[in-house]
């Protein structure tokens, strides 16, 4: 895939991450630096990073927020998004992630989306109440 010049979906190369650990890092290492350069050119406030802890980019931020849920509700959650075989692909990635368990440790806040989204915005709420004060 790498060098090719035939244009990839999504789809095919979550497929080809998933399986091949040289891949993703050649991928990782071509998509993250100039995903960061386009934070710090845009000036974001906030940003998803999805590897961070993965790419050891926690220290590029002064708060680091993680959201996590049980493992059978991702599971319910990635098959009503993409399918049994999609879903599959993701988990498959999501293994060779660092654990929720990992990530919480690194994160100033734990958001659990377990619950409906009235919880989640509570919590988020809270946090960056949590978060302005810090900061005036």
């Known amino acids: 895939i790498i060098g090719s010049e035939a244009p990839i979906s999504g789809a095919e190369l979550g497929s080809a991450i998933a399986t091949d650990l040289i891949l993703r890092r050649e991928v990782n290492a071509v998509m993250h630096p100039m995903i960061a350069a386009e934070l710090r050119r ?58 929720p368990r990992v990530r919480a440790a690194f994160a100033d806040h734990v958001i659990q989306t377990d619950g409906d989204m009235s919880e989640t915005k509570r919590q988020v709420e809270a946090a960056l109440a949590e978060w302005i004060i810090a900061e005036s």
């Open 42 to 99: 845009i000036g974001a406030a906030f940003d998803e990073v999805p590897l961070l802890i993965e790419a050891c980019r926690y220290g590029d931020y002064d708060e680091v927020w993680t959201v996590t849920c049980a493992p059978a509700e991702k599971a319910r959650r990635l098959i009503a998004r993409y399918g049994e075989e999609g879903a599959a692909t993701f988990a498959t990635i999501a293994h060779q992630q660092v654990s």
